[in-house]
């Protein structure tokens, strides 16, 4: 007898083998030890309880090979077989040439044990339920099928991840637009894993020398799924990644080749930073225009009104600039514009100054934060700064080169007063240097007085 503590793994080559003898072949060539195994086998499944493996797997390998190469379509064919030969040698005998042409009893006699056997253990419903089985196989199957057809018929790469956050379906898509990644593009790979392996193979600039960082976002970002992101890829190319939760807990996923978009955006910024810098500096000069100025020192005055720091205006203007033009053409005089705007800009030191055209041949410096002894020092820095330009200008009755004139004024701004009273300091601060000579700067009136 078998050993009870057979699995089911020796029953199937047992019951295999047995079955799948060919029925042709006599019973010479394979001996009385081919009727004495399959009695070993039977009896082994007869004293194993009900619910173990080994009971299930003598009835179903029955089910599967006995039963088809007996031709045999119920268990009532196969007692009914049985039952018209009566329990003697002869019978038997009769039975197993007629079944197995094997000249023998104990193969009859084993076919009987197993109908008891069989009718014992309700085999109709073992039966059913592998049918139910097979049949449920078969379904799946073709359901994922259908699954894999109708995301294989969409633009977009789409991915399909279940509640574990691992892989369920792909559409060739996804493997165009991550290409580094495909390597790990298979049924059960985890999303991180997919994602840590294409940082590291450089599938996402971004995620470059900050990848903890970058992955972390992008996994909460994934979970999150509920907000489009943008995505760059090499090549300046780019993705809008749209994720939603399924009802079982998963993540499904779209992404949407958006890289012209993204580019026309980028055009369209970059035009519009052009324009806005158009609209702000002078065309002439390079340096900011009054637009701007006016701007500026609406915004400081407001600053230094709330943090109640000083903001300085100096008021610039060429000595003679219309006797400059008469003299030298009016191409010179634009290229004297151009080169004393530069050298005023290189008198703004900090990153909040500005140096602008205010009109015509005057230019203003707006210094935030600048006392009016500050001030004086940038101012001679500006006079210093145009002094060594040395640009001749025969008609001056200044001096024989160009010379500019100067008015500083500082003040505390004041929240709701007009910023305008700073300009008409400096323009007093202007008419005082002016008066008294040109080719200087001078202070407003309250501080030269």
């Known amino acids: 007898m078998l050993d009870d503590s057979l699995t089911p793994e020796p029953f199937e080559r047992l019951l295999t083998a047995l079955l799948e003898l060919p029925p042709s072949q006599s019973a010479h060539e394979y001996g009385d030890g081919v009727a004495q195994l399959l009695l070993e086998v039977i009896d082994t499944a007869l004293h194993t309880p009900p619910a173990w493996p080994q009971r299930m ?8 090979h006995a039963r088809p190469r007996l031709g045999l379509d119920s268990l009532l ?25 094997v000249e023998a009893q104990e193969p ?49 790469a789409f991915a399909l991840y279940d509640k574990d956050d691992r892989l369920v379906a792909c559409n060739s898509q996804l493997r165009k637009v991550y290409p580094l990644m495909t390597p790990l593009m298979r049924t059960g790979q985890s999303f991180e894993e997919m994602l840590r392996h294409g940082v590291k193979a450089g599938q996402f600039p971004e995620a470059q020398g900050q990848e903890d960082r970058w992955i972390a ?26 994720e939603r939760r399924t009802r079982g807990g998963g993540i499904a996923g779209v992404r949407t080749d958006v890289t012209e ?31 701007h100025f006016d701007e500026r020192l609406a915004n400081e005055w407001n600053r230094g009104a709330r943090q109640q720091t000083p903001l300085a205006l100096l008021l610039v203007d060429i000595d003679h600039f219309k006797l400059y033009n008469d003299h030298y053409g009016h191409v010179a005089g634009d290229h004297c514009l151009r ?56 008609g001056s009755c200044t001096a024989s080169a160009l010379t500019v004139s100067i008015g500083v004024a500082s003040m505390l701004p ?7 009273m700073l300009v008409d300091a400096a323009d007093a601060a202007l008419y005082r240097a002016k008066k008294e000579g040109r080719n200087q700067f001078g202070l407003q009136p309250e501080a030269a007085a």
């Open 57 to 64: 797997a003598a009835v179903g390998y029955f089910c599967r």
């Open 77 to 101: 064919d196969l007692q009914a077989l049985l039952g018209q030969y009566p329990a003697r040698d002869e019978g038997d005998g009769e039975v197993a040439r007629l079944l197995w042409n």
């Open 108 to 156: 009859v006699r084993a076919l009987r044990v197993l109908v008891w056997f069989m009718a014992a253990y309700d085999i109709t419903e073992l039966v059913q339920q592998r049918q139910e089985l097979d049949a449920s196989r078969v379904e799946a199957q073709m359901a994922r099928e259908l699954l894999e057809d109708a995301i294989e018929t969409l633009p977009e």
């Open 217 to 242: 976002e992008r996994m909460h970002e994934h979970h999150a799924a509920g907000t489009a992101t943008l995505q760059q890829l090499p090549d300046q190319r780019w993705l809008r990644v749209h």
């Open 261 to 291: 978009l993204v580019h026309k955006e980028q055009q369209l910024a970059a035009a519009n930073a052009q324009l806005a810098q158009l609209s702000t500096t002078d065309a002439l000069t390079g340096i900011g225009n009054r637009r």
């Open 339 to 394: 080169l004393v705007a530069q050298a005023l800009a290189c008198c703004v030191r900090r990153a909040d100054e500005m140096a602008a055209r205010y009109g015509g041949e005057e230019f203003v410096l707006l210094l935030p934060g600048t006392s009016l002894e500050a001030a004086r020092a940038v101012a001679q820095l500006c006079l210093d700064g145009i002094e060594a330009l040395a640009l001749p200008h025969a």
């Open 414 to 420: 004041v929240a709701g007063a007009d910023p305008s």
